[in-house]
Structure formats: structure tokens, C-alpha cells
């Protein structure tokens, strides 16, 4: 009986046993399934091909990650040195510890013009309501003078990120000039040179491709990248160096982007200014529909991800202009007209005389003491636009258009695989993908 028990209880026990590993290895085999299920959803890159419909992105459907395995050219000090400093968090914290719940932030994308830098700060720190609002500085590469007049900001909350990876910063490799590239129109079956011309013959230029190149990977950080925006769910501003803000500026696109969606269902973006540089408005009581404007334009998030998605659009396209390749190429793709909307006198002046192109550092350089003459009257300094206004569409109107071939500067392979690396550093998770036509989709 004895012996029999003990039988008994060496069964019962391996059956225990074998229970428990058939439990523990279904455990296992879950646990893993859901592991990868995981690591597909993070390693998973934001598609360009479906393009057919619109979709809106929230801070509730959606997370952001950091993609991996990207082929970006290798860093020196200087580039680990800006990328770090863009993980710091903004000034002036002790001064202004709280945003307000529905502010605009503001972008200021700089490159190497101080005189002109001055001048847009100084017009900024008179803007009404600047000091509720987060502004961003973006520089194309690292220049002290330019890094000294932001680090002087007061009136608001200030960070400043440097574009790592901007021709400025690399000296003797892409995307700077690297040893044996092609110049002007050689040959590179000939003399073995590096590069791919463009459609007129021209080898790249580092100083005229960081225009695009600064412009792309901006855009896909401030939404995407930085913690104190890529969650940000109302619209951004974005503006030049060598833009002058009027006073009422902030306070007017408050209201465009609250009447947009209410007066023009259709308009991707608001403007301060309109989309000719040269003109300073109808001085009408009409809002105006017009296509998108370079100055002081503002959209959102979901605008954003349509841009985005476009991203092989952009980087294919034969011209150095971030704005002229967004005319021609990108806002035609989307199916009908871009209007953006902005009111009849305009909030922000574009004063340049000095382009990108030319250069501070070349021996005949432009030089502009970046004095202004706009004369700011009393109705530029008080909100000037009117709820109560209808809107002007103004259709056919000229410039840009589908079909032009681009003024060339972007023949180069590697700035095309630059770019849309840029386009592929964060991944989005969309966590609950509603489909729909860009007429239901609210852009305000």
C-alpha cells in the first residue's frame, strides 16, 4: 500500500510539474508574441505612399519615437555638441514658468545674418502677448554672434536648436564640401569627381542646398522631436530673420486661426502678411483667401502630417527653395487649392536685401545694416481683424505653380537621401487611424 502511495504521489507530482511548465511556456510564448508585436509597432516608419485621404493627429491618438538605423553622415565634435544642446530645455523659465493653454508657439528659423537677427528680436519683444508663448530658434549651423543676440531674449520663454547636420557644420565632408567633389559643370566621368549635377549641369553648392536642407529637418524636429512640441495640438508660426512683426501680430493670428475654421473650411494655414512680399494689404474689411504666403505663416498639426507625407515629393525636386519646391510640387499633390488665410492689413514685413546666397564669409559679401522703415501706426499695434468679416478668395493668382522644373541647386543624390533621412528620424505611432476626405478634416 505503502509502495503504491508513493506511486501515486511521484505521478501526481510530475503532472504538477508538467501543468506548471505547460502554463509557464504559454506564459513565455504570449509574452513574446506581444514583445514583438511591440517592437513591429516601434520600429514601424511612417509610409508616403498612401496619399489619398487626410487624417488628424492629435496628442490622444498618437506617440512619437525615435527612429533607429538611420543613414545620416557621421558627426564630429561640433555636430555631437548641437545635438546635445538641443535636448536642453528653454530659457527663461524662472521668468515665465507657464504657457498659456492655448498659445501659439513661434519659430524663428535663422541662418547668418546678426544685423537682420537683431531687428526681427527687437519687433518681437514689442508684440503683444509674446511673453505667454514659447518661441524657437532654429539656426542653420553655429554662429556666435547669432547664438549671443537670442541668448539676450527676455520677454519670453527661448530655446534655440542648431541644426546638426547643416553644410555650415561640416568643414571637409558632406554635407559640406568633401575632397574630390564635383564643381560647377564638371564631369565626373571625366575627372572622377564626386556628385550628380543638377538639371542645368550645376554641381550642389553646401551654402545654397542648407537653405532646403535647414528648412526640412526644422520642421520634422519642432513637430516631431522636441518634447516641448512634438505634442503641441494647436498651430506653430513660423518666421525669417528678416521678417519685422508688428505689435498686433500675435493677437491677429489668435483670432485667424480661430475664424479659419469657421469662415474658410478650406484653408490649410493663416498668414500675417500676404503671399506678394511687396504688398502690405487691401486695407479692406474682408478677410482674404489667398494662396500660401513665406512670412509669417502658421498651420497645424494636422496640416503637418500632410506635408509630410509628401516627403519624397519634396526631396526629388529639382530646386534649392524649400518654398518655391512646396509651390510647385507639394501643395499641387494634395488634390485643389491652398489657401491660407490672412486679414487686409498685413501683421509682418519681409525687409531682406541680403539672400542666403550671399554669403558673410566671401570676399565681396552683401552688407545691409539691417535698418527698417516701416512706420508701425496705431492699428498695427491693437488686434485689427474683424469676426464679423466675410472672406475674399483670390483664385488664379500668379507665381509657382504645378509643372515648373525647379531653378536646379538639388541635382546631388546624397542631399535627396539627406533629406528624407531627415524625414525618417521619428517614428509615429498612430494609435487609432480614422480615414477621411481633407474637407472633414478641421486644419484650424
Known amino acids: ?79 555631437i555638441l548641437l545635438e546635445d544642446h538641443n535636448r536642453m530645455p528653454p530659457k527663461n523659465l524662472d521668468l515665465y514658468p507657464k504657457l498659456a493653454k492655448h498659445h501659439i508657439v513661434i519659430v524663428l528659423y535663422v541662418h547668418n545674418r546678426p544685423k537682420y537677427l537683431q531687428v526681427v528680436i527687437d519687433s518681437l519683444s514689442q508684440v503683444v502677448g509674446i511673453s505667454e508663448t514659447l518661441l524657437i530658434v532654429s539656426h542653420d549651423g553655429f554662429f556666435e554672434e547669432m547664438d549671443k543676440i537670442v541668448k539676450g531674449i527676455k520677454f519670453c520663454q527661448v530655446k534655440q536648436i542648431f541644426a546638426p547636420y547643416s553644410p555650415h557644420v561640416f568643414g571637409s565632408s558632406f554635407p559640406g564640401v568633401s ?20 538639371q542645368y549641369g550645376n554641381h550642389r553648392l553646401p551654402k545654397i542646398v542648407s537653405l532646403k536642407h535647414h528648412w526640412w529637418w526644422m520642421m520634422n524636429t519642432v513637430w516631431d522631436g522636441l518634447r516641448e512640441t512634438r505634442k503641441h495640438s494647436g498651430h506653430i508660426l513660423f518666421i525669417e530673420e528678416d521678417h519685422f512683426i508688428y505689435p498686433n501680430a500675435y493677437q491677429n493670428l489668435m483670432l485667424l486661426t480661430e475664424l479659419k475654421h469657421k469662415k474658410c473650411p478650406l484653408c490649410y494655414a493663416a498668414n500675417l502678411a500676404p503671399s506678394d512680399v511687396k504688398l502690405r494689404g487691401e486695407r479692406l474689411e474682408t478677410l482674404i483667401a489667398e494662396r500660401m504666403g513665406n512670412v509669417g505663416y502658421a498651420f497645424n498639426r494636422t496640416v503637418w502630417r500632410k506635408i509630410h507625407r509628401k516627403a519624397r515629393e519634396f526631396c526629388a525636386f529639382d530646386d534649392y527653395n524649400w518654398d518655391i519646391t512646396m509651390w510647385a510640387t507639394v501643395y499641387p499633390s ?64 500668379p507665381g509657382y505653380k504645378a509643372g515648373f522644373r525647379g531653378w536646379g541647386g538639388w541635382g546631388d543624390t546624397r542631399d535627396r537621401e539627406l533629406c528624407m533621412q531627415f524625414s525618417k528620424m521619428y517614428v509615429v505611432k498612430d494609435l487609432g487611424k480614422v480615414s477621411m476626405t481633407f474637407s472633414s478634416v478641421r486644419t484650424s
Not at 40 to 68: H, P, Q, V, W
Open 1 to 79: 500500500m505503502a509502495a503504491l502511495f508513493r506511486k501515486a504521489r511521484v505521478k501526481d507530482g510530475s503532472f504538477r510539474r508538467a501543468v506548471l511548465i505547460f502554463l509557464l511556456g504559454s506564459f513565455l510564448l504570449v509574452l513574446v508574441l506581444r514583445t514583438n508585436a511591440v517592437v513591429d509597432l516601434i520600429n514601424k516608419r511612417y509610409t508616403f505612399a498612401s496619399d489619398d485621404d487626410s487624417f488628424g493627429l492629435t496628442a490622444d491618438n498618437y506617440t512619437l519615437g525615435f527612429s533607429e538605423n538611420l543613414e545620416l553622415p557621421t558627426q564630429n565634435e561640433l555636430s
Open 179 to 198: 575632397p574630390g567633389d564635383c564643381k560647377d559643370k564638371e564631369d565626373p566621368a571625366k575627372i572622377k569627381c564626386k556628385g550628380n549635377p543638377d
Open 334 to 397: 494634395f488634390g485643389g487649392p491652398v489657401y491660407s488665410l490672412r486679414g487686409p492689413r498685413t501683421s509682418a514685413v519681409h525687409f531682406g536685401k541680403c539672400g542666403l546666397h550671399q554669403g558673410q564669409d566671401e570676399k565681396a559679401p552683401c552688407v545691409h545694416d539691417g535698418s527698417v522703415n516701416f512706420e508701425v501706426e496705431q492699428e498695427d499695434r491693437v488686434p485689427n481683424i474683424k469676426s464679423k468679416w466675410g472672406v475674399n478668395v483670390l483664385t488664379n493668382q
